[in-house]
């Protein structure tokens, strides 16, 4: 272990730490927030709202991030419309490209998250929420939807962290995040392990502050399902 | 449409699922030694089950599939040259795909091979100790078969993400169906056309592996009583 070396790559690894953090916090939040109405279109009873979200979530799934982000960032140009569009110096940069691909692929799984937590909510808080005279939309808006987001965030927990970890295909369409500070590392300094051996400590640090954060999420919002001492 | 590219899109899928299926192999039986070390008595190999699944899990496949193609390639080299040999070793990117996928995927399933043990009854292992089998008999005859039906599920999530994960072998160099069509793309200068029958491909993969999985995992629930 040549720590000399790893010593002077740190501040780019610092760097790439601040890309990988913004691409995770930038697609995750856009996924989110984006999969609640689909949730909601998933689990309606009207066969045109929820088939288009089924097969948008079956697609997504079924396919690999790398191909959804190299169809963003290499297809779109195939298209003369797309290239002479006025949002083209947008859908051309890497960092639009790759913000968008993750926060797709992230609102797909997030979206069965979602339905699969609003489906078990249980029967007793619907009636509750009728009894009280409260029309659909209120009891969805007071009730199912803050009943589910809660009871999905251990499920949630692990998207996160698989999309922490998805955020590395940055790094093939030349955004310079952990991985490609590792990359740039081995090319420069040919010292393979020293590179991607960091680039695993901060991904692992990484994982354990989002586990840490989820679990202190889980006891604020979810402390009321926890089993009894 | 492709261009006479189909061909070669075909064969890049081939060697997808080559990939997909030496992988799931070193990973299955990566996956029930860990899932035994982490059941074992022994404190040791509990602490290294435990290590190799929490650290494996929180490292992007990427980086751990690098790390294997370029470090491996210096530690081959490094020991040929110890034991005297002169020229360069080249690492087969086949080989190290296999063996990243492989070794990542083994942690994967240690834990869903873990979970489907521990939901065995105890007592059908105890009982086939009454009946004066041995432990290895237990083993074959009671707990592997039982076990099968409760990893299904879990087994199909895990299949599912490795065959996607298959996609980065093309980023070390392996000629795959992703690499083709890039290839293809550059050739052609129609990237979303070949893209998009990429991503048709591994959404054919999946959608078939869905079906089969579901049909062996009804087959294996055939004895189980559900409720209405």
Not at chain 1, 8 to 37: M, N
Not at chain 1, 62 to 68: A, C, D, H, K, N
Not at chain 2, 6 to 15: H, I, R, V
């Amino acid at each position: 272990m040549n720590f000399d070396a790893i010593g002077e790559a740190l501040p780019s690894f610092v760097e790439g730490l601040q890309v990988t953090a913004i691409l995770l916090a930038a697609s995750l939040s856009l996924g989110l927030v984006a999969a609640i109405p689909l949730a909601l279109a998933r689990r309606s009873p009207r066969a045109w709202l929820s088939k288009p979200v089924w097969l948008f979530t079956y697609v997504i799934r079924g396919t690999p991030m790398l191909v959804q982000l190299f169809l963003l960032y290499y297809g779109l140009a195939q298209f003369e419309v797309v290239r002479d569009s006025a949002a083209w110096p947008w859908l051309s940069s890497a960092w639009f490209c790759a913000i968008a691909a993750f926060a797709i692929n992230t609102c797909a799984y997030t979206t069965e998250i979602l339905a699969g937590a609003l489906e078990t909510t249980p029967a007793g808080e619907i009636e509750a929420a009728r009894a009280l005279g409260m029309s659909p939309a209120l009891a969805m808006r007071r009730i199912l939807l803050p009943s589910a987001l809660r009871r999905a965030i251990p499920a949630y927990s692990n998207e996160a962290i698989m999309m922490l970890q998805g955020t590395s295909l940055a790094s093939i369409v030349t955004l310079l995040d952990l991985t490609g500070a590792a990359r740039e590392m081995n090319s420069v300094t040919y010292l393979p392990f020293e590179a991607f051996l960091t680039a695993a400590a901060f991904y692992l640090a990484l994982t354990f502050v989002l586990v840490s954060l989820f679990h202190l999420a889980e006891r604020r919002w979810l402390s009321h399902l926890a089993p009894r001492r | 449409m492709l261009h006479g590219y189909a061909a070669s899109l075909l064969e890049g899928t081939g060697l997808t699922l080559a990939v997909a299926a030496a992988s799931l192999a070193v990973a299955c039986v990566l996956g029930l030694a860990t899932a035994a070390a982490r059941l074992s008595k022994s404190r040791l190999a509990r602490a290294l089950g435990a290590t190799y699944t929490t650290v494996v899990r929180g490292v992007p496949d990427l980086v751990l599939m690098l790390l294997v193609f370029y470090g491996g390639q210096m530690a081959v080299n490094a020991l040929a040259a110890q034991l005297g040999y002169a020229g360069f070793l080249d690492i087969d990117p086949f080989v190290a795909g296999i063996a990243t996928i492989g070794f990542i995927f083994g942690a994967y399933l240690a834990e869903t091979f873990r979970g489907a043990i521990l939901a065995i009854p105890a007592g059908q292992r105890e009982a086939g100790l009454a009946f004066g089998m041995g432990r290895l008999q237990v083993l074959l005859r009671i707990t592997l078969p039982q076990m099968v039906r409760l990893a299904l599920p879990g087994f199909t999530n895990n299949w599912l993400v490795l065959v996607k994960s298959t996609a980065l072998v093309s980023i070390i160099g392996l000629n795959d169906m992703m690499q083709r069509a890039g290839q293809a793309a550059g050739a052609t200068r129609e990237p979303f056309t070949f893209y998009l029958a990429a991503a048709a491909i591994y959404l054919g993969i999946t959608t078939v592996s869905l079906l089969a999985l579901r049909t062996l995992e009804r087959r294996y629930s055939l004895g189980v009583r559900r409720a209405a």
